[in-house]
């Protein structure tokens, strides 16, 4: 199933994605769903009634207000980490663990919608391509062997960050967590559809031109040892997002470094998953 949330009659709604358009599901918000998923997905596969026509502008993030802020890894594509380190000068050392940062969850923006840009906090503003994994039920020192029973599905998210801001305070968060730099969507596939998660195209266009393009299945730690690292002594719960990383092709390691800037529109990418298209400015 595709899940998404929307604008409907001006409220936010869960609705199953069909190619005729939307399926209003009213009554459940998607956190809702995720959490009574055994009890209510029978129910949602076989709704009827008309459909909403598919329009991008009503669609929302589909966790519009996570909990939790959004998980993320770092440095978990072999030659983003080497376009980094030669960016700044340094020896490319690829991570014995994973390495993890959060966004806030103010940063969550619909899939669609404007990127914010206000030059005097951040004029360094960059793209980064990611497949994000959510999770369906919670646990805690969950096992590679049992991770993967632990997904509800994947979504796509923009890592949209603050380069500037990202190394002037020397740590991922404030540079990652901007009001609405993270585009995440343009809905939840859920696990069922995807056969292997690990090999799956991976893209990002900026004005048309092709910035990333990489397959799922270059990640350094895979989804099980992701989540067995995350889990280890830390209770994961329903709604998690996990961004699993972002291949090389990112702007502040280009030479020269290029940046977003009002008018640009970014295009992120996971084949089977679905698209975001978002505006700068």
């Given at each position: 199933m595709r899940l998404a949330t929307f604008l409907h009659n001006d409220t936010p709604t869960l609705g199953l994605v069909r190619e005729e358009g939307i399926i209003p599901a009213p009554g459940l918000s998607m956190l809702e769903a995720i959490e009574q998923w055994e009890a209510?997905?029978?129910?949602?596969?076989?709704?009827?009634?008309?459909?909403?026509?598919?329009?991008?502008?009503?669609?929302l993030a589909p966790i519009p207000k996570p909990r939790r802020n959004i998980m993320c890894l770092g440095l978990n594509y072999a030659e983003h980490i080497k376009e980094s380190a030669d960016a700044r000068g340094r020896e490319a050392k690829?991570?014995?663990?994973?390495?993890?940062?959060?966004?806030?969850?103010?940063?969550?923006?619909?899939?669609?919608?404007?990127i914010p840009f206000d030059e005097s906090v951040s004029a360094q503003i960059d793209w980064e391509a990611e497949m994000a994994v959510v999770i369906g039920r919670g646990g805690k020192s969950i096992s590679q062997a049992e991770a993967m029973s632990f997904v509800f599905g994947y979504s796509i998210i923009n890592d949209v960050s603050a380069r500037d801001l990202q190394f002037n305070h020397g740590q991922f968060f404030k540079g990652k967590s901007l009001d609405g730099a993270c585009p995440?969507?343009?809905?939840i596939v859920t696990a069922d559809e995807i056969l292997d998660p690990h090999n799956l195209p991976i893209r990002c266009r900026v004005n048309g031109?092709?910035?990333?393009?990489a397959n799922t299945g270059m990640m350094i730690f895979k989804i099980p040892a992701i989540i067995e690292s995350l889990s280890r002594g830390m209770t994961l719960e329903p709604g998690d997002v996990i961004a699993t990383g972002t291949p090389s092709g990112v702007g502040f390691a280009r030479t020269p470094p290029e940046f977003l800037k009002p008018g640009d529109v970014v295009e992120c990418e996971v084949e089977?998953?679905?698209?975001?298209?978002?505006?700068?400015?």
């Amino acid at each position: 199933m595709r899940l998404a949330t929307f604008l409907h009659n001006d409220t936010p709604t869960l609705g199953l994605v069909r190619e005729e358009g939307i399926i209003p599901a009213p009554g459940l918000s998607m956190l809702e769903a995720i959490e009574q998923w055994e009890a209510v997905s029978a129910e949602l596969a076989r709704l009827t009634g008309p459909a909403v026509p598919l329009a991008r502008e009503r669609l929302l993030a589909p966790i519009p207000k996570p909990r939790r802020n959004i998980m993320c890894l770092g440095l978990n594509y072999a030659e983003h980490i080497k376009e980094s380190a030669d960016a700044r000068g340094r020896e490319a050392k690829t991570p014995a663990h994973p390495v993890f940062f959060t966004k806030a969850t103010h940063a969550v923006n619909g899939p669609y919608a404007n990127i914010p840009f206000d030059e005097s906090v951040s004029a360094q503003i960059d793209w980064e391509a990611e497949m994000a994994v959510v999770i369906g039920r919670g646990g805690k020192s969950i096992s590679q062997a049992e991770a993967m029973s632990f997904v509800f599905g994947y979504s796509i998210i923009n890592d949209v960050s603050a380069r500037d801001l990202q190394f002037n305070h020397g740590q991922f968060f404030k540079g990652k967590s901007l009001d609405g730099a993270c585009p995440m969507g343009p809905w939840i596939v859920t696990a069922d559809e995807i056969l292997d998660p690990h090999n799956l195209p991976i893209r990002c266009r900026v004005n048309g031109e092709t910035k990333q393009e990489a397959n799922t299945g270059m990640m350094i730690f895979k989804i099980p040892a992701i989540i067995e690292s995350l889990s280890r002594g830390m209770t994961l719960e329903p709604g998690d997002v996990i961004a699993t990383g972002t291949p090389s092709g990112v702007g502040f390691a280009r030479t020269p470094p290029e940046f977003l800037k009002p008018g640009d529109v970014v295009e992120c990418e996971v084949e089977s998953i679905g698209l975001l298209r978002n505006k700068v400015g």
